[in-house]
């Protein structure tokens, strides 16, 4: 602590230097003309001869990431958006008082330099820094994390993401990486015909999924609000009024736990289709997730934390039931036995109540002993009316309906179903939300009557999916927490982490 409080006191006696000679430490009246990327692919290729024939000037900033100092001279590795490049400082080129200011200087500094490009002996693209090329930009008083072993801590790494991006090149790979996945996906949908539209965060209700919410209230209105849980029910209401192909890329908020997998903030992609099918969103399923990875990566294969992963249609499909039985290795006996399947459960070690129906039951048994063991693409199909409030039943078993979620690497990835477009029959559904939720049901839905009624202005047959977009970039980048994917995710503070 005392050697970190004497880093600082001298930071900011080298600032206090600075300034007292006129210099201003955070000036906004520079323009940059090159980027390290642009710069190695126009020269890097190039031998040290060719360069030597380039008589023209570029302009770069980027921040201090190290030095080799020798005197009257110093190469400093700069880093910009794009990555990294050096700069030779020379005395005798940048004159007594650039020379003096860069000697101010610190590592985490912000800079701007220009200069000629050259190469050195070792072959490294380079660039000879002129009089009058270098200027303070913005003055860094606290010190990067050490240089050596960057910054490993995953705590800090999550409170500091400024600081994990700056020293860890990884992390700025993972969240370019999921920029591009988001690109692709739009223009995966938009090259479909699907409009991208954005539907409220604050809801009246909380509906559209299973899940408790965060509720809010608005003083002007005089009214409860509730962050949303799912886009759902309003992208449903845009396929009453005619839209027929909509998606929306969505923060969606749920008040439940956090865990490598879940995060409280989280980005889905939702998109609804009139006059499809769920089955017809299985096999679109495969092509949006094949096109990522042929763009991403050129292969239909993956690894992803040492499982490989083969995203070459078709998928396996299988349904609940069958899951359950072959995969989960409970009998038939069991699962068609209410009362005995409730014993199980509890003897699993899975809490269910004497309310709980039995399609309920029988997805908790699921979520225990299949979900882990889904390694590659499959497709879940036929789940239970009763977890199922939004669902269209099953033409030939109405107990359970035309919904898939699609798992991958032992974790649900999607969910889909052809869609409810029966008021009656989803009046019927919301009914039966309230007495779960009277029976202490926290996550099941409300009645929503200006849904109701929107079905009741006729709905087309529908299909609709929602992709998880975290998980999706958790898989592409090979990620092993949500956390690594969201820039800023939700945790315990400070105060609460150190009383643990």
Do not use: C
């Amino acid at each position: 602590m005392e050697e970190e409080n004497e880093l600082l006191k001298k930071r900011r006696e080298k600032a206090d230097l600075i300034k007292n000679e006129g210099i201003d430490l955070y000036p906004n009246d520079v323009r940059v003309a090159n980027d390290t990327d642009s710069m190695k692919a126009r020269f890097d290729h190039l031998p040290a001869e060719e360069l030597e024939k380039i008589d023209e000037r570029f302009t770069l900033a980027g921040r201090i990431m190290a030095v080799r100092d020798f005197g009257k001279g110093a190469f400093v590795s700069i880093q910009d958006r794009k990555g990294r490049i050096q700069a030779f400082l020379r005395k005798n080129a940048l004159g007594e008082k650039g020379f003096a200011l860069f000697k101010k200087l610190d590592t985490g500094d912000i800079i701007w330099i220009a200069g000629r490009v050259f190469k050195t002996k070792t072959g490294e693209l380079s660039i000879d820094v002129e009089e009058n090329g270098l200027r303070l930009l913005s003055k860094s008083l606290l010190p990067l994390p050490e240089k050596w072993h960057g910054l490993t801590d995953k705590e800090i790494r999550y409170r500091q993401r400024h600081l994990d991006l700056i020293v860890n090149p990884d992390t700025r790979n993972v969240f370019q990486q999921r920029s591009r996945i988001i690109s692709l996906i739009r223009r995966f949908m938009e090259e479909r015909d699907f409009l991208e539209v954005e539907t409220p965060m604050m809801q009246p209700r909380a509906g559209g999924a299973v899940a408790r919410p965060f509720k809010t209230f608005h003083n002007a209105l005089g009214m409860n609000l509730f962050l949303r849980i799912a886009p759902e029910l309003y992208l449903k209401r845009l396929i009453t009024g005619g839209m027929e192909r909509v998606f929306e890329i969505n923060r969606n908020f749920r008040n439940e736990g956090i865990s490598t997998f879940h995060n409280p903030e989280f980005t889905m992609m939702e998109f609804y289709q009139a006059y499809a099918t769920y089955e017809e969103l299985m096999a679109m399923t495969e092509e949006l997730f094949g096109f990522l990875a042929l763009n991403l990566f050129s292969t239909l294969q993956i690894t992803y934390q040492g499982n490989a992963i083969d995203f070459t249609p078709p998928w396996r499909r299988i349904t609940v039931r069958e899951a359950v039985i072959s995969i989960g290795g409970v009998g038939p006996e069991i699962i068609d036995d209410p009362d005995r399947m409730a014993e199980y459960a509890r003897k699993m070690g899975v809490e269910v109540k004497k309310s709980d129906p039995p399609g309920k039951v029988l997805m908790a048994i699921f979520d225990e002993t299949v979900e882990k063991k889904l390694i590659q693409p499959t497709f879940v199909t036929h789940y239970p009316v009763e977890v199922s409030p939004l669902s269209r039943r099953n033409l030939e078993d109405p107990s359970v309906t035309d919904r898939f979620e699609l798992y991958m690497a032992g974790r649900e990835m999607a969910n889909a179903f052809s869609e409810l477009n029966d008021p009656a029959d989803q009046r019927l559904r919301f009914e039966q939300q309230l007495k779960e939720r009277d029976a202490g049901d926290l996550e099941a839905h409300e009645m929503d009557e200006d849904y109701i009624n929107a079905l009741e202005s006729g709905m087309p047959p529908t299909a609709g999916e929602g992709i998880g977009i975290d998980r999706l970039v958790m898989l592409m980048t090979d990620s092993a927490s949500i956390r690594d994917v969201i820039l800023f995710p939700l945790l315990r503070s400070r105060e609460a982490a150190r009383e643990e």
